[in-house]
């Protein structure tokens, strides 16, 4: 094969580089990945912050399903449920809203919400159809966290909740829960929301909420007791029987409330520790300010008196009994017991309308009162249960005495109490009949009761007779009697004879008195009518 020659070869010729032009084609990929960069970004911007939360259980927890809810709105969804590395929680990862990030501080609580009965209360039924959710409350920390520890329970006042919170120092936690009502003055003003021991273990720290706006009826000297159950008590006044309301009656409750003599008191702040006492009695006695240690000595029985025993003043309960014992100083044959009072000036300030009346009681003013026949004496409060007290009054007739001390505290006089006079005019009558001739009496009775016997022999025979021979004869005349009556009956009908008779002697006399006074009235004229005859007559 021959080879072309080479100039038989055409030329090149270069050309210019060709533009690129881009085509319409390639504007929709293009907007649309700047759409997708701003979903991308925007989609950054809203997504809200993650959290984790730990709780002992899992239960009614779901990935993707779960809501995180405040206030019952939607602020998130759990995105996660784990086992903790300790297999100890459960770990629960969610995704809240942008708007929550300022809710998530270091004191927010959450927990998960299911049905549930505690203090009285019903809560969560709305879970039954529509599944547990996790409820959140906000706290009042300043510090943000992303990390929370999960409530076993529903708390029961929420952070939002307008009122205040106190302590109450208790020997025990009795009947109440969670969830137990505060009452004042019997009306509900707030809930225990939580009670835990003391770190010495020999008390329980009992937290306790009140509302707005009855918090500010808690002074610094109000007074908080168990209102728990039904308190039945038997002591020197006699059986007492003290409840609240049912919900406490049954559920357990505190109560409180503030003397009046200290209602002005300022409020007490949040947090407040008080004293939680057993029941009313003793909340009244522990905020006792002014107390007065007072002994007296007693030569009766004090068998009924019990410590606790009240003291009383003209029926002003002033104080109560605090010791009894038996005097080391008293003679063999002769002892005597001496009982420690513990007298509550206060009260009688109180009772005065808050005029101080012996606000401090010192020695010089009881010692003043002795010498005008201040005695004390054991009175009994019931002759049912026999219990005894101690009544403080004045005694006129009593033999002078005056305030002596016992180890420094003023032993005040006594009189003998109204059971041992009672027991000496027992004693007395006791012996007066002993003396008595008692053989002698019983004869006389002997003889008396067969004198009486005789007599009642002889009325049965009297009435005996009676029965035999005198109904009859009284029969008789009652018959007769009735008689007579229905004969005067028919007399006395209008028709009959003898009315009539007797209405017409009745005309009779009546035209014989008229004659006569026509009579009369001719004399007073014509007296000589005697002699003469009537005037117009021939003679």
Do not use: C
Not at 44 to 69: N, V
């Amino acid at each position: 094969m021959t080879e072309p020659p080479m100039n038989d070869l055409p030329d090149a010729r270069v050309s210019p580089r060709r533009r690129f032009h881009p085509s319409l084609v390639w504007l929709v990929p293009l907007v649309a990945a700047l759409i997708g960069g701003w979903l991308v970004v925007s989609a950054a911007l809203s997504r809200g912050p993650a959290i984790t939360i730990a709780f002992d259980s899992g239960q009614g927890l779901e990935a993707g399903k779960t809501r995180i809810k405040f206030k019952d709105v939607d602020i998130g969804e759990v995105t996660s449920v784990t086992l903790s590395p300790d297999r100890r929680h459960i770990l629960v990862e969610a995704r809240l809203v942008r708007e929550a990030a300022p809710y998530l501080v270091t004191d927010s609580r959450f927990w998960v919400v299911r049905p549930r009965i505690s203090g009285g209360t019903v809560s969560g039924l709305d879970t039954l159809l529509s599944g547990s959710y996790i409820a959140m409350d906000v706290g009042h920390s300043t510090r943000s966290s992303d990390t929370f520890t999960g409530l076993t329970e529903a708390p029961i006042v929420s952070g939002d909740r307008p009122g205040r919170q106190f302590t109450l120092d208790a020997e025990d936690l009795g009947s109440l829960e969670v969830g137990s009502p505060v009452l004042f003055r019997r009306v509900p003003v707030g809930q225990v929301v939580g009670y835990r021991l003391t770190p010495d273990g020999r008390s329980v720290a009992v937290t306790v909420f009140v509302n707005q706006p009855y918090d500010r009826y808690v002074t610094g000297n109000s007074r908080f007791w168990h209102a728990s159950g039904i308190d039945v008590s038997l002591d020197a006044t006699g059986i007492k029987l003290a409840t609240q309301s049912l919900v406490a009656a049954t559920l357990g409750g505190v109560a409180f409330d503030t003397p009046d003599i200290d209602a002005q008191a300022p409020e007490a702040a949040s947090d407040h520790l008080f004293v939680l006492a057993r029941d009313h009695e003793q909340a009244l006695r522990s905020g006792e300010a002014d107390v007065k240690r007072i002994l007296v000595r007693f030569s009766d029985s004090v068998r009924g008196l019990a410590v606790g025993a009240p003291v009383d003043f003209r029926g002003l309960v002033i104080g109560e009994v605090a010791s009894i014992a038996l005097d080391a100083s008293t003679t063999i044959g002769r002892p005597q017991m001496l009982v420690g009072m513990q007298i509550y000036p206060g009260r009688l300030t109180a009772a005065a309308g808050g005029r101080p009346v012996a606000q401090r009681l010192d020695d010089a003013q009881v010692a003043r009162a002795v010498a005008k026949g201040l005695r004390a004496q054991l009175r009994t409060a019931s002759l049912l249960t026999g219990q005894l007290y101690v009544a403080l009054d004045y005694f006129p007739d009593a033999a002078p005495a005056a305030l002596t001390h016992v180890g420094g505290v003023a032993l005040l006089p006594s009189m003998a109490g109204d059971t041992s006079e009672l027991q000496h005019s027992l004693t007395r009558i006791a012996r007066s009949i002993d003396r008595m001739q008692l053989d002698v009496l019983s004869a006389d009775t002997r003889r008396t009761l067969h004198t009486l016997d005789g007599a009642l022999h002889q009325a049965d025979g009297l009435m005996s007779d009676v029965r035999g021979q005198g109904l009859p004869q009284l029969l008789n005349t009652l018959q007769a009697l009735q008689q007579t009556l229905d004969s005067a009956r028919q007399s006395l009908r209008p028709d009959a004879p003898l009315q009539q008779d007797l209405r017409d002697a009745a005309r009779q006399v009546a035209a014989a008195a008229q004659s006569v006074r026509h009579l009369s009235d001719t004399l007073q004229r014509h007296p000589e009518a005697l002699l003469r005859g009537k005037p117009g007559d021939a003679p």
